[in-house]
């Protein structure tokens, strides 16, 4: 086991909440999207983080969809209104997605942190002998 | 006394092997910071050193074996310093205030991994200084 090896699993840490960072992004992008290819509002997307086996780091498992009903808003001018006026709007949080924003990024942070830790450790270790 | 295989440089180089599989277990940690119902590990330093240099006191030493992907490889094998090293692990299954059920502190984890990489440091640091004596000495002083 390497100093080298570690990087795979900082990287991963990366990887998992670069895309993390994707589907908040998609959510807030979508905030206000009231058709979709699989009909009705846009519905809030969420990465299910796994980790990996032998202590390798972590992986995004799959993204699922938030099942949670669809925010009913008044507006009876809104093409997609229904009989009642009311449109499904997305059920995305702007708070909750904001919060979710700074954790996915601190988290990255700490990673990149633990990455060069390792790169450090590696340059150390590529100096024995030099001096 | 041999040159290069002392017992002071067969010690720096375990505790250099454990010092990485150490950060390898705390990088995972950090990997892992929002996978719900992880339980944070860590290296116990001084067991896995103990443990490390009895399995290296041994004169034959345990042999490392290379793995046959075909039958018709040739068995390789030779001293046990690179590879899986066995280390001491223990998993922190306490109560977790978060309610993910996942139990890793990053303030912690960020502290045992500087601790941690300057402990890296300082042991290839040594190893540096232990060459740098003997090349004194093969220089005879002059330099």
């Known amino acids: 086991m390497s100093v080298i090896s570690?990087?795979?699993?900082?990287?991963?840490?990366?990887?998992?909440?670069?895309?993390?960072?994707?589907?908040?992004?998609?959510?807030?992008?979508?905030?206000?999207?009231?058709?979709?290819?699989?009909?009705?509002?846009?519905?809030?997307?969420?990465?299910?983080?796994?980790?990996?086996?032998d202590g390798r780091g972590v992986h995004v498992a799959r993204i699922v969809q938030d099942e949670s009903p669809p925010l009913l808003v008044h507006n009876p001018g809104h093409p997609d209104a229904d009989a009642e006026g009311n449109v499904a709007m997305p059920n995305v949080n702007p708070v909750l997605e904001m919060v979710d924003m700074i954790s996915a990024t601190r988290a990255y942070e700490a990673n990149v942190a633990a990455f060069n830790a390792a790169k450090a450790m590696a340059a150390k270790a590529l100096e024995i002998g030099k001096a | 006394m041999k040159i290069l295989d002392d017992r002071t440089m067969r010690t720096l180089e375990t505790a250099l092997d454990v010092a990485s599989a150490r950060h390898q277990v705390i990088a995972n940690n950090i990997a892992n910071v929002n996978t719900p119902g992880f339980k944070a590990a860590d290296v116990d330093f001084v067991s896995s050193l103990e443990q490390a240099m009895a399995g290296r006191a041994e004169p034959t030493g345990p042999k490392l074996t290379g793995r046959a992907t075909r039958v018709g490889h040739l068995p390789i094998s030779g001293p046990a310093s690179a590879g899986q090293l066995p280390v001491v692990q223990t998993v922190d299954e306490g109560a977790s205030m978060r309610v993910d059920g996942n139990s890793v502190d990053i303030d912690l984890e960020m502290a045992k991994m500087a601790e941690n990489a300057t402990m890296y440091n300082t042991f290839a640091q040594l190893?540096?200084?232990?060459?740098s004596l003997l090349k004194y000495v093969i220089s005879e002083g002059r330099r």
């Open chain 1, 6 to 53: 570690t990087f795979g699993t900082s990287a991963s840490g990366m990887a998992a909440e670069r895309l993390r960072l994707d589907t908040i992004s998609s959510n807030l992008a979508n905030i206000n999207t009231t058709r979709t290819p699989e009909g009705g509002p846009y519905r809030r997307l969420m990465a299910v983080m796994e980790s990996a086996p």
């Open chain 2, 127 to 131: 190893v540096s200084s232990k060459f």
